[in-house]
């Protein structure tokens, strides 16, 4: 059974910024396709950035320029997120998958996913 579990949320005000990481239980080289989702109260969930095997990355309009995924050569994948908004507010998970399949992408369905992780608060004031 393949852990995740997320760290770095918490309370910032707009416009600034916070790293979350996501340690894994094996190698993140193992999986294809990694991705942040975030829920936020009365919202589905949604992706905000993802990251191949390859390290290929896709975003939605809505964070991209502000927020980066990226991994480590060995278990730990991040997010960096700068010029927060308060609409970034939400539970942020990250989600692996193994099996390859035709795209890695922000948008594929949280079904997509082999593995979650537990969630992070981030919570962003005006």
């Known amino acids: 059974q393949v852990q995740l579990v997320e760290s770095g949320g918490g309370s910032v005000q707009a416009g600034g910024s916070l790293r979350l990481s996501c340690a894994a239980s094996?190698?993140?080289?193992?999986?294809?396709?990694m991705t942040w989702f975030r829920h936020a109260p009365g919202k589905e969930r949604e992706g905000v950035a993802s990251i191949d095997r390859r390290g290929r990355t896709t975003y939605p309009d809505s964070v991209k320029g502000r927020f980066t995924i990226s991994k480590d050569s060995a278990k730990t994948l991040y997010l960096q997120m700068n010029s927060l908004k308060p609409e970034d507010t939400g539970v942020y998970y990250c989600a692996a998958r193994f099996g390859d399949a035709d795209i890695c992408s922000y948008f594929n369905s949280y079904t997509f996913f082999n593995s979650w992780g537990q969630g992070t608060q981030v919570t962003v004031s005006s």
């Open positions: 094996v190698y993140i080289y193992s999986f294809y396709c």
